[in-house]
């Protein structure tokens, strides 16, 4: 067995799951319900066991060399940074192939996506500039892209696909922004031996995509045994390493279309013509031109949109859904009388729903009036703003990097408790708001 064969051996059960899950469960549904599970056990007797099992250390490694973590971090740290792997290669394939690609298509989402990062911002910098809780200005910055797309999914045919487009691109660039305040703003001390590491595998894998190395395996190793690691010991936050590594990743092919389908013609024809083995096994001439085929395929596939179709299903139905359920947990008794009084609580509430809407909707606008972008035929403005609202569903950015803003447990529950309030109340009424403007449809 091949590693190319390897991989695909060792993703097939999770894209098995994930394929029966995708007929009855969206992402965003999946992870509504590991917040409330999250919530019920955080809430009742079990959540002593629950908080011991999360902060259980474990050690991968080897004696003299092994990396020793709680759980918790090693979803947070670990996980996460497959999770941004996939958003750095979604990233590079909008920008080279998809609606990123053009100016023209490019500039209304980009555009809304920094009005998007800039109110909400400015909002909660506004109540917490000299506050305890002036390091979370981050916070209200991102959207959660499953559970905002996953709630325009059930508005159904209501909704145009440049809207469902639109949505996305914002959120893709939306992400980019707030890896980048992850980069800049939430590392604290940098170890530049082991950041000159990092970069040295960075610098090998990017070799080898200009080398014409295709083999997935090789850049998922130097990612996670080289990039990942050196950058968890830096100190600047492994998941950016995640988003760095996706962009070595090889978009091309190493055939043409046109040469795919010619050389698959005929491999075709001489496996039509080559006589049977008189067993149920193939002959070996029927052998080496089925493997001639598998090769050909493999020369015509491009390897970042093969392991992005890999990778989601298991960042879809097992990353994003684990880290909600080890992060979303609050006890709501504690945190709801102070919610509407403490400034940090309303700076998110706010930032999310006041600022993402006004920021996104605003910008956009704009950027129509002075006709560096325009609005797709099929979206009018009572949608625009429907999903300028939707924006504010946080949730999962948020909360990521609220857990890199505080350390007070006390404050880190109060500012989840009013992310799960900001979403929700963003999410309903996108969602409502949406449902009016498309009535017509």
């Given amino acids: 067995m091949n590693t190319s064969n390897k991989a695909r051996f060792l993703l097939q059960p999770l894209e098995t799951v994930a394929g029966l899950m995708q007929t009855t469960v969206t992402p965003g549904m999946l992870l509504l319900l590991s917040t409330a ?18 902060h259980t250390k474990f050690s991968i490694g080897f004696e003299g060399f092994a990396v020793s973590k709680p759980l918790i971090l ?35 989402p980009v555009v809304a996506a920094l009005g998007g990062l800039l109110f909400p911002a400015l909002i909660y910098y506004a109540l917490n500039k000299n506050g305890i809780g002036k390091a979370g200005w981050g916070i209200p910055m991102a959207t959660d892209i499953a559970f905002s ?13 440049s809207l469902k487009i639109f949505l996305t691109a914002f959120a893709i660039v939306d992400d980019l922004g707030a890896v980048a305040v992850i980069a800049v703003f939430y590392t604290e001390q940098v170890e530049l031996i082991y950041l000159a590491i990092g970069m040295g595998f960075l610098a090998t894998m990017i070799a080898g995509n200009y080398l014409g190395v295709r083999n997935p395996v090789f850049f998922l190793t130097l990612g996670v045994g080289g990039v990942w690691l050196a950058f968890l010991f830096s100190g600047v936050h492994a998941t950016v390493a995640g988003i760095l590594a996706a962009f070595t990743i090889p978009v091309n092919t190493l055939i043409s279309r046109n040469d795919f389908i010619a050389s698959s013609e005929i491999l075709m024809k001489k496996l039509a ?32 949109q ?21 992060n979303a947990g ?12 403490h400034s940090v609580s309303m700076g998110i509430i706010l930032g999310l729903i006041v600022g993402k809407f006004t920021g996104i909707s605003l910008f956009a606008w704009l950027a129509c009036k002075v006709r560096i972008a325009e609005l797709p035929k099929e979206i009018s403005w009572n949608m625009m703003l429907g999903t300028a609202l939707l924006g504010g569903v946080g949730f999962t950015m948020s909360l990521f990097i609220a857990g ?13 408790l009013s992310i799960l309030i900001a979403s929700a109340i963003a999410g309903t009424g996108g969602y409502l708001w949406l449902r009016w403007a498309t009535k017509k449809r």
């Fill in 37 to 54: 599970a999250a919530l019920a056990v955080v809430n009742s007797p079990v959540n002593t066991l629950y908080q011991s099992f999360l």
């Fill in 149 to 161: 797309l996953g709630i325009l999914a059930l508005l159904g045919r209501r909704i145009p696909l």
């Fill in 74 to 108: 090693w979803i947070n740290d670990g996980l996460m940074a497959i999770f941004f792997f996939l958003v750095g290669m979604e990233i590079k394939r909008e920008i080279l192939v998809g609606e990123l690609s053009e100016k023209r298509k490019a500039a209304l």
């Fill in 330 to 341: 609050v006890v709501l008794t504690e945190g709801l009388e102070s919610i509407w009084e």
């Fill in 306 to 326: 093969k392991l992005e179709h890999q990778l989601h299903p298991f960042v879809m139905y097992f990353v994003m859904p684990l880290f909600a359920f080890a």
């Fill in 273 to 304: 013509v080559v006589p049977d083995s008189g067993t149920q096994l193939p002959s070996e001439e029927q052998v080496t031109l089925i493997d001639e085929l598998k090769e050909l395929r493999r020369k015509a596939e491009s390897p970042l």
């Fill in 404 to 416: 890199l803003a505080f350390n007070d447990p006390a404050l880190l529950d109060l500012t989840k």
